[in-house]
C-alpha cells in the first residue's frame, strides 16, 4: 500500500495536471461559494483544488435539505454558487426556479454507477440539474465482536428481545421508515398513508429495544464505544471511517435490502461565478476529488464515480467490490407528498417520546 505521505503528493501533483489540462487554472482571485455537508468541509478535500486553481472555496455547512433551502430564502440572490442535495431532493430545487443546468459534455457521466445517476430526481424536461457525487446506506451496523453476523442478514433481527437494550437508532425519519417498511415487504417507491399502522408497529418494536435514538455523530460514538452493538439505520458512514481502529465494526446488506441515501451537487441559477463553480463540481467528480471526498474526515460513503483513486484498503473497507451485488437490493429514500411526509414525522415523534 502506497503511504499516505506519497499518496499526498501523487494527488496533489495528479490535480494540478488535470487544472492544465482542463484549462482550471484561476485568471482572477475567484471564489466559489458553496453550502455543504460536513464531508465538504475536510481541507483534505478542499485544499489541493484551491492550490491547483488559485480558487478560493467557501463553504457553509447544513443538515438536511430543509435547512438548506431554509438558507437560501434568507440569502440574497447570487450569495451561493454551489449546493450539496439529497438527490431525491434536486427537483425540490428545480421547482423552486434555484438550479442552473449543468453541461453533461463536461461531466463525467459514463463513470458514474448507473444506478446512482437517479435521472428520475435529478433530470427535468431532459436537462440535468444534479450529479451524484456519494453515495451509500442506511442499513445495519455493527460491531461483529458482539453479535451473530448471520442474525445481521435480515431487518427482522431489529424487532428480535435478543437485542433488547442493544440497539440505538439513527434519528432520521425517512430512511429508518424505510427500512421498517422493508422489513415487512413493502416498497419505499410505493408507501401510503395506508401502510403506517404496520410501519408504526415495527418502529415501537424497534423503540422497545433500543438504548438511545442518536444524530450522526453521537451514531458513530456509541457504536465504537461499545454503549450499543447494532445501529439502526447505520451503514458505511458510520463504520468505515472508523474500521481501521476498530476492525470489529462493519455493515450489511440484508436480504430484505437497505436504503440507498445518494448526494448530488447543484449549480445555482444566480451564481456569480458559474465558470469557477463548474470547475469545482468537476474537480469533486474526478478520480482524485472522488478519492478525497468518499474518505473524508467527517464521514466515510462510496464514490459515484467507479474511476475513484481510492487504494485497496479503503476499497475493502467501503466495500467497493461488492456494490454491484448491494446496489441490486437497494431501495431509495421514501419520497413522499407533502401531507403523507408530515404523517411520517408525527409517527417519527410519537415513537420517539414512547416509553
Known sequence: ???????????????????????WAS??????????????????????????????????????????LAIVEQSQPGDWDVMVIDTVDVRRGVERGLFEPLPEDKLPIADIFPEVLMDQHSKVEGQRYGITEKFGYNTIGFNKSKVDEADMQTLGVLTNETYKGRLAIYDYYLPVIGLAAMSIGKKTAELTEADLPAIKEVLLKMKANAKAVTDVVASQTVLATGEVDVLVGGGEWVTAGIARENPDLDFSIPKEGAVLWSQSL???????????????????????GQARLATSACYWGMPANAKASLDEGQKKILRFAEQAEFLKRAQGYPAPSEDLDKKMQDLWT??????
Open 1 to 23: 500500500m502506497t503511504s499516505p505521505s506519497i499518496t499526498r503528493r501523487l494527488f496533489g501533483a495528479s490535480i494540478a495536471a488535470l487544472a492544465l489540462i482542463g484549462g
Open 27 to 68: 485568471a482572477g482571485a475567484a471564489e466559489v461559494n458553496a453550502l455543504v455537508w460536513c464531508d465538504h468541509s475536510d481541507p483534505n478535500l478542499l485544499k489541493p483544488f484551491e492550490d491547483a486553481t488559485g480558487i478560493k472555496v467557501n463553504v457553509k455547512e447544513f443538515e438536511g435539505t430543509g435547512a438548506g
Open 266 to 288: 447543484a449549480m445555482f441559477k444566480d451564481s456569480k461565478n458559474k465558470d469557477a463553480a463548474l470547475q469545482f463540481i468537476q474537480y469533486i467528480l474526478s478520480p482524485e
Open 350 to 355: 410519537e415513537m420517539i417520546q414512547a416509553q
